[in-house]
Nanobody, 120 residues
């Protein structure tokens, strides 16, 4: 089992910045990637960014490219999402997801989410 705890959300004005953190605990040695997703009111959860634990390869949704940066601290089992130039449409609950590889299968674990609100 992997447990995830997000932090760093809050209220910010448009154009501002926030840094989200997601700390993993438990069976962290089997995590091979971590993602950030978000869900706005009345909308489906959508992919935001991903990072491979080994090598650090990253991937971003088109809507956040050039504004958001995902990074990780392997020693602390923590992934970060630096969000710059925030827009009101970035308002959502942000969730991190850990992908665990076990016996050829992938287990997905989700955090509880952290609210990000961007005012215009």
């Amino acid at each position: 089992q992997v447990q995830l705890v997000e932090s760093g959300g809050g209220l910010v004005q448009a154009g501002g910045s926030l840094r989200l953190s997601c700390a993993a605990s438990g069976r962290t040695f089997s995590i091979y990637a971590m993602d950030w997703y978000r869900q706005a009111p009345g909308k489906e959860r959508e992919f935001v960014a991903a990072i491979r634990w080994s090598g650090g390869t990253t991937n971003y949704a088109d809507s956040v490219k050039g504004r958001f940066t995902i990074s990780r601290d392997n020693a602390k089992n923590t992934v970060f999402l630096q969000m710059n130039s925030l827009k009101p449409e970035d308002t959502a609950i942000y969730y991190c997801k850990a992908k665990e590889g076990v016996g050829g299968y992938t287990n997905n674990y989700w955090g509880q989410g952290t609210q990000v609100t961007v005012s215009s």
